[in-house]
């Protein structure tokens, strides 16, 4: 059976997407952005397949100091974290946008730390993406992958489900039904290796639990 890859998340499905991350923020998001703060080496960080925003809000919440980029390709997704970071007050240090991983305007080293939760599985091409992370990084800097993230693990299915508007349920229907022939990528920590070693990146620690592989590269 064939491999699907979407590397977005259609623009129908956004708000059904924004619903399951809003309920993981306390359970997920913050857990990982205290682990980013708490590792912090530089004030620049960027969000790759950031969706909502809900890490990189929960990032600034945690440090007055840094500044985050956060981009995706799904435009109706950084509009709402556009508008989650004026409702959290901190969109004088969050900045969103639609732009592609695999082709970032951003300059050589302009960030200490690229971070991404659940987006690995989706490319077409991962290579490209950790190539264009390591080009932004600062010397030192770090690039940490959460792939693919636990956050549907822990989504109560049944009140997101309760929540969904006819029109949702009708594309969550549709999306569903297509997922079922056509199920997405996942990586063996192998895979993984041998994507890193296609890169310039040459320190790497890869930890798997509960499902989810975490992978840090150091520049």
Known sequence: ???????????????????ATRMVIESYYSRVAEEIVSNLKYDTILDLGTGPGYLPIEIAKRSLSVKVDGIDLTRELIAMAQENAVKAGVADRVHFEVLDA??????DGSYGMVISTGMLHMLKDPVKVLRECYRVLKSGGEAWIYDP???SSQIDKKRWKASFTFRER????LFTIGALFNPLRTYKREEVI???????????????????LKIRMRR
């Open 194 to 212: 041998e994507m890193i070693s296609a890169t310039n990146f040459k320190e790497y620690w890869i930890e798997e639990g509960d499902g989810e």
């Open 1 to 19: 059976m064939s491999r699907r890859i979407i590397e977005k998340i259609p623009e129908n499905m956004a708000s059904i997407y924004e619903k």
């Open 170 to 173: 009708l594309f969550y229907r």
């Open 149 to 151: 993230a636990r956050v």
């Open 102 to 107: 695999a082709n970032l305007r951003f300059e």
